[in-house]
């Protein structure tokens, strides 16, 4: 029997919500799992080669710590293959997909049958923090707050009425890179600030006012200040969408993709005007991935619950 494991990407901090807000979305790392005589991993998407039979297969790491944690071995192996459209280094999930991938691989191959709490607080653990990788399995969008036990606190909105779009740029950046720029600290007076933004943001997105919610993203105190030098463009683009009509536009994650949260009319009459205007990144309407992890189901474009 073939089983099938579907993990959604994310976008992360929407711009105050950093560490802490994620939005899944219709970007996805898909496997297929058939038994074999021996483990095998194979690339259907082009840029998954070379990554999956290598030590950095975060996939296998993944799965091969869970059995370890576990204490379990599985006396069946299994041909993978990995089918991928998350771009990879590009602030969309991709390494928290990957986590969530193996844990889901683990969870079959070793029939620890996890519950989902369970699959959130491991995650988050081997990602650092729950903003990726807890809209990855859950679905929709993610206020989370990850405790110094091991737990994660969280809550799902679902989302589901914006449209999302990604301007993708041709380079990558590594999150260690885009770590390195931030402040070890934050002065009182700014953090409080910077905390009150966050504050109305998830308001703001719980009570569907978008134009507040947009707002919010720009206003960010966190970390866009910090990396917007690594992102050529970020304050020209910003500037570019909102005079268009976007609601907001900020880093997705640690960046350097940019990402517009906009009314779905306005994704298709604006776009002619953006790739006039910006030719280094890829315009990518996206909607909200309201399921999260899926296995053994139908795949549509865009699950709902």
């Known amino acids: 029997m073939t089983v099938n494991i579907r993990v959604p990407g994310s976008t992360?901090?929407?711009?105050?919500?950093?560490?802490?807000?994620?939005v899944a979305l219709n970007l996805y790392l898909e496997l297929s799992l058939s038994p074999s005589d021996s483990w095998e991993f194979v690339a259907l998407s082009s840029d998954l080669e070379g990554e999956l039979n290598s030590s950095d297969?975060?996939?296998?790491?993944?799965?091969?710590?869970?059995?370890?944690?576990?204490?379990?071995?599985?006396?069946?192996?299994?041909?993978?293959?990995?089918k991928n459209d998350i771009p990879l280094a590009r602030g969309l999930g991709s390494s928290a997909a990957a986590i969530v991938a193996g844990i889901e691989l683990a969870n079959y191959a070793y029939d620890l049958k996890l519950p989902t709490e369970e699959k959130v607080n491991i995650a988050t653990k081997l990602e650092g923090?729950?903003?990726?990788?807890?809209?990855?399995?859950?679905?929709?969008c993610v206020i989370a707050h990850y405790e110094e036990d091991g737990i994660v606190d969280w809550q799902k909105l679902s989302l589901d009425k914006p449209s999302f779009v990604a301007l993708i740029p041709k380079q990558e950046l590594k999150t260690s890179k885009a770590r390195e720029v931030l402040p070890s600290e934050l002065p009182y007076k700014q953090a409080v600030e910077a905390s009150s933004v966050a504050n109305v943001l998830v308001v703001a997105l719980a009570q569907e006012n978008w134009q507040l919610a947009g707002k919010m993203m720009e206003k960010d105190l966190?970390?866009?200040?910090y990396r917007k030098e690594l992102i050529p463009q970020f304050e020209d683009i910003q500037s570019f969408m909102r005079n268009e009509g976007a609601y907001g536009t900020f880093l997705s994650g640690a960046g350097p993709t940019i990402m517009s949260l906009m009314d779905t009319d306005l994704v298709k009459r604006i776009?002619?005007?953006?790739?006039?205007?910006?030719?280094?990144?890829?315009?990518?309407?996206?909607?909200?991935?309201?399921?999260?992890?899926?296995?053994?189901?139908?795949?549509?474009?865009?699950?709902?619950?």
């Open 12 to 22: 992360s901090n929407l711009g105050p919500g950093f560490d802490s807000i994620g």
């Open 57 to 82: 297969n975060l996939i296998l790491k993944t799965a091969k710590h869970i059995g370890q944690l576990y204490n379990q071995e599985s006396n069946q192996a299994y041909r993978v293959e990995v």
């Open 129 to 140: 923090h729950p903003d990726n990788v807890v809209p990855s399995i859950v679905g929709g």
């Open 222 to 225: 966190f970390h866009h200040q």
């Open 271 to 305: 776009e002619f005007k953006w790739v006039k205007n910006y030719h280094d990144y890829e315009w990518k309407p996206l909607n909200v991935d309201t399921y999260g992890l899926d296995v053994n189901r139908r795949f549509e474009t865009n699950p709902t619950k």
